[in-house]
C-alpha cells in the first residue's frame, strides 16, 4: 500500500519535443488510475518515469512521501507488466516468477513458497514447468502479472497489458486485474488507449492529449460532465456528436442553447450530444428531419447515421432493439439533452442546456 | 521446406555426395598414406587401401621428437590447443562484452566505437604485423603463450554478430530484469549469455578453427620448440631433412592437425541443433 505523487512532471527527449507537460497527479492507497489518450500523447513515457526506466526532465516523483527521482527501478519497489510480457524465454514459469525474489537474496524454501502461492493466485500452477515459448497469450499474460504481483510491490504499472490478446480474453482478463488489484490493494497506474477497458477498471480516470492531463475523475463523471472538448469526444462509445456554430447564430432546430451560461455565450462554440440522447421519430415530429445514410447493426441496438435536411455533418443516433430502419428513409430526430457546451478552446462552459427554440444556423 | 518429388530428392542426394566425396578425397588419402610405409610412399603411387606401417607413424610422431622440431607431436597439439581455446574464448568473450556495451549502452561516442570497430574488419594481422611484432616485443611477451595469443584476441566480426543478435531482443526484456533487481552482470549473466547458447557455439567452432590455423603470426613471434605449433611444425617437417621429405611422418602429422577441429565440430553440432530446435524467443 502506497501512495503516488507526480509533481509538475515533464519530459523532453534528447534531441526531441516536450512530451510530457507539467503533469500532476495525486494517487491514493490502493487506488486504480487507469491512463488513457490516444496513440502518442505519452502514456508509456509517463508509465516508464515512473518505473525509473526513463529520465526526468523536471519535477519529482513521489512514493510514500518520499521522491525517487534518483533510485533505480529496482529500489522503487515497483512491478510493471509490459504489453509484450517481456518474459524471460529461456526460463521456465517458475524462474520467471522467481527471478526477482532470486535477486533480492530470499531463501530457497521461501521462494518456492512464494512462487507457488502466485501461481495458485493467477492459476497457472500446472504451468510451471513451461518455458514461455510453450503458453498460450492468455497464459503468458498470467505469468506475466504473476511476476509482477509475486513481490507484493508499492506500486503496480500496466502499459497496455491486455491489446495482445483477443476480444473476449481480454473482457475476461481486464475483470481477473480488476478482482485481483482490488484483493492485493495495491495501488496502480494502468496505462491503455481502450476506452472500454479504461472505463470499467478505474477508480479514477485520467485523459491525457498531446502530453497533457485533460481530465482527472472518476469514469462516470468524465462521461456526464466532460471538462473538454476532448475528453468529450474521448470518452463514451460511440464518440459524441457535435455540432460547431457561431453562439449568436445557432440554428433553429437546436434546442436553445441556455441563458444559464455563467458569461454570454459569444465567438463560436461546440455543441455535444451523445448518441444516446438523440431519438428517431416519424418525420415531422422531432425538431428536425434527415435522411438516415447508413444503419450499422450491433444486435441489440443499432447506429443509425442521419444527416440532417440541409446540412452537411452527419449526427449518430443510438436506436436500441432491434428493429432496425432502412438506409435512405427520411426519419424525424428528437434531440433530448443534455447537452455539452464547449468554447472554442475547448473548455467546457459551465451550463445546463434546456430546450428551447431560438433560430439560427448550423455550420459543418 | 519439404516437396514431395522423389526425383528432386535423388538429384539432391547425388549432389550432396558428390560434394562430400569432392571435400572428403584429400583427408582419405591423407589417411591412406598416413598408414604406409615409407618406401611405399616414395614409389611414386599411393595405393588406395590402408599400408602395412598401421598406426606406428603415429606413435613415432607422439613419442619421440619431431625431426626439425625437437619436441614430440603431442607437445605440439598442445600448445596449438592452448593457442586455439585462448584465441576462441578471448575473441568470444570481447565481442559479447563489446557487442553488449554497445547494444545496451548509452555512453558518448557509442556509435563511433562502432564505427572503430568496425572498420579493424579491413586490418587482418596479416597488415599489422610489423607493429604488433614491436609492440609484442616491447611487453616482452615474444615466444611465450600470452605473445602468442593477445594480438589476436580483438573480433570485429564476433563483436558485430552479437550485436546484430542483441539488437534482436526487445529493449523490455532488460528493463524487466531491471526492475527485477538485476544489475547490469545479472542481466548479461542469467538473461543474454543462455540466450546467446547457438551463437556462442556456433562463434567457437570458427574462432577455434581459425586460432587453430594460424600460421603467420605463430611462425614470427615463436622462436623456441617448447611453444611451437603443430600447424607451423608440418612444415618445419618436410623441409628439415636433406633429400626426400618424411611424408609418411608429415601425413600422420595432418592428420593429428585435423583431429581437433573435427572434435570440437562435433561436439558443438549438438549445441547447434538444440539451440535450432527448440528455437527461443
Ligand atoms: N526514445 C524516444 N526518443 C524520442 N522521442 C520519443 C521516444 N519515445 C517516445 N517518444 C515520443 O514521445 C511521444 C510519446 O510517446 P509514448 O510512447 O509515451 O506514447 P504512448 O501514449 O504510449 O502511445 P501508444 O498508445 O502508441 O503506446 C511520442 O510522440 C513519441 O514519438
Ligand atoms: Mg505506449
Redesign the pocket.
Known sequence: MATLELRRLRKR????AE?LHDIELNIDHGEMIVVV??????????LRMVAGLETISSGEIVINGECVNAQEPAERDIAMVFQNYALYPHMSVFDNLAYSLKNRRTPKDEISRRVNETAQLLDIAALLDRKPRQLSGGQRQRVAMGRAVIRQPQVFLF??PLSNLDASLRVQMRQDIRALQKRLDITSLY?T?DQTEAMTMADRLVV?NA?RIEQIGTPMTLFRKPATRFVAGFIGSPAMNFLSGNAGDLPGWLPRVPEETTEPLTGDISIGIRPEHIALTTPNAGQIDGHIELVEPLGSESLVHVRPTGHESRLVVRHVGTEQPDAGQRTGLNLQGPFHLFDHHGQRLATRPRLADTTCSMEP | MRYHRPGLDVAAHTLLIIGALAFMLPVILAVLASTQSPGTLFSGTLPLSFGTSGLDHYMTLLTEPVRGVGVPAWRLMLNSLLMALGIAVGKLTIAMLAAYALVFFRFPFRRCCFWLIFMTLMLPIEVRIVPTYGVVAELGLLDSYPGLVLPLLASATATFLFRQFFLTLPPELMEAARIDGAGPWRFFIDILLPLSRTNIAALFVIMFIYGWNQYLWPLVTITSADHATLVTSLKRLTIATDGTPPWHLATAMTVLALLPPVVVIILMQRWFIKGLVDTEK
Not at chain 1, 13 to 16: C, D, E, P, R, S
Open positions: 527527449y534528447a534531441g526531441g512530451v489518450g490516444p496513440s502518442g500523447c505519452g502514456k508509456s513515457t509517463l502499459d497496455e496505462v488507449h491525457m502530453g
